[in-house]
């Protein structure tokens, strides 16, 4: 095996270890399937996906590691990106079944683009996800990588998050998941609504 191969091969497993971790990503996906919002859980997961590309053609370009020493900046999107995930938590405990369809129709909550708003803010909201795309290339990409296997990389990348969060919302949209919603889904919603408020919390107390 190649040794751009090996790159490759090394990057996926553990990008694709990071993607499957909890989080506040997959908090968001699944509260947005198993409430219904189908269309909106697939907006984030595009959103989530572009995001995170993102950030790893900044690693790869060395853009992340300026921004990443740019404390006041990073810090101050830190704490907005913490302020996002706690309102959201919020919203989950104030106004559950939100994005439960009232009627057959769509409802106004369940669109693509609303989700992909969503999943971009969530994810470009992190500095977190700069800190991880920086060490990983810094340890597992050699600094003579060619264009090709980096642009390989970034497309395995992009097609981890959207196969894995995909994965999710077609599970967690069953008919069998969606009935236990429908009888359990207050309580489902303000725990992953706690669950956001906390990934918020140590958002900010993390900050840079």
Do not use: C
Not at 153 to 178: D, K, N, P
Request: glycine share 10%; aromatic share 10%; charged share 10%.
């Amino acid at each position: 095996m190649s040794n751009d191969l090996i790159t490759i091969a090394t990057v996926a497993v553990l990008y694709a270890a990071v993607v499957v971790s909890p989080g506040p990503n997959f908090a968001l996906i699944s509260r947005l399937a198993i409430s219904g919002a189908v269309r909106a859980a697939h907006g984030a997961t595009l959103g989530l996906a572009l995001a995170a590309t993102l950030y790893a053609v900044l690693s790869m370009t060395g853009l992340a590691v300026v921004l990443s020493r740019i404390g006041w900046l990073a810090g101050s999107v830190q704490v907005a990106g913490g302020l996002f995930l706690i309102y959201l938590g919020i919203q989950s405990w104030l106004r559950p079944n939100a994005y439960k369809p009232r009627s057959p129709a769509v409802s106004s909550g369940d669109t693509f683009a609303r989700g992909l708003r969503l999943g971009l803010l969530i994810n470009l909201s992190n500095p977190k996800a700069i800190a991880f795309f920086v060490s990983l290339y810094a340890v597992a990409i050699p600094a003579d990588t060619g264009l090709g296997t980096k642009t390989a990389i970034l497309f395995i990348g992009f097609g981890l998050e959207i196969l894995w969060y995909g994965f999710v919302v077609a599970i967690l949209s069953t008919s069998r998941v969606r009935a236990i919603y429908k009888r359990y889904g207050v309580w489902f919603e303000r725990t992953l609504g706690a669950v956001l408020v906390l990934f918020g919390i140590r958002l900010i107390l993390e900050r840079q």
